[in-house]
């Protein structure tokens, strides 16, 4: 029994620091998004995005379109989901025409940086709009 609980403390303190080992400064993802979309209270125009960990512990991300000089930094939580994408994936929600960075998923691993709601989403979700969500593959 208490091996049991050495190991659930083990794991609940490394299991952050192996998270934020998978999206490091030197990983970059990068792809054409084919519509504008918003991250906090910034709209990022269509076109290509890069987005990598702005920071060691990578609860910070950075996006960037180099196109229209847009960068912005967005705070990130991390979760696990059940399984491992085949490619990278930025994971957004639709609200009519209207699109927000939701998450970001890295191939091959169960880890997902979650974006947090911004103010603009929460109103469309407490006007009841309609909610669709849409996967851009990465690479």
Do not use: A, K, N, V
């Given at each position: 029994m208490r091996y049991a609980k050495?190991?659930?403390v083990m794991m609940t303190v490394l299991t952050p620091l192996l998270a934020s080992a998978q999206l490091g400064h030197s990983v970059s993802i990068v792809t054409q998004v084919p519509f504008q979309f918003v991250v906090g209270d910034r709209v990022v125009p269509a076109g290509q995005c890069i987005l990598q960990a702005a920071n060691a512990g990578v609860d910070t991300i950075v996006i960037r379109n180099d196109a229209s000089m847009v960068r912005l930094f967005s705070s990130t939580s991390v979760d696990e989901t059940r399984t491992a994408p085949a490619t990278n994936q930025?994971?957004?929600r639709q609200y009519g025409n209207r699109y927000f960075l939701a998450a970001v998923r890295l191939q091959g691993s169960r880890v997902?940086?979650?974006i947090p709601e911004s103010r603009g989403e929460a109103e469309l979700r407490l006007q009841n709009q309609t909610l669709?969500?849409?996967?851009?593959h990465a690479f």
């Open positions: 050495q190991m659930l930025l994971l957004f997902m940086y979650e669709s969500q849409e996967t851009i």
